[in-house]
Nanobody
């Protein structure tokens, strides 16, 4: 099975940018559908973005569309989430996820990382 480790979170100011990374081990990440989720304090975990390595298809939740880019580097077995124009409401723990099936990636993916904290101050 694949193991996922996120990095790149931190404390930033509104309007700043961050790039989150999700490094995979154990399996080739490009054989999975992959995505990002986030969970803000007191809220349920929500889908943020998904990336199909096979087709290049990307999907975003409306709240980050136009400000974020999901991508992958197969040579590094790593997925990224570039977030720009960050807002205080983007504050959350961000998780990367992977699933053998594209249809599951936005709802109930099988594999999860441990999360990385993103805090955006106003």
């Amino acid at each position: 099975q694949v193991q996922l480790v996120e990095s790149g979170g931190g404390l930033v100011q509104a309007g700043d940018s961050l790039r989150l990374s999700c490094a995979a081990s154990g399996r080739t990440l490009s054989t999975y559908a992959t995505g990002w989720f986030r969970q803000a304090p007191g809220k349920e975990r929500e889908f943020v973005a998904a990336f199909s390595w096979r087709s290049g298809t990307t999907v975003y939740v409306d709240s980050v569309k136009g400000r974020s880019t999901i991508s992958g580097d197969s040579t590094k077995n790593t997925m990224y989430l570039q977030m720009n124009s960050l807002k205080p409401e983007d504050t959350a723990v961000y998780y990367c996820a992977a699933d053998p099936m594209w249809l599951r990636i936005a709802k109930n993916p099988t594999y999860w990382g441990q999360g990385t904290q993103v805090t955006v101050s106003s």
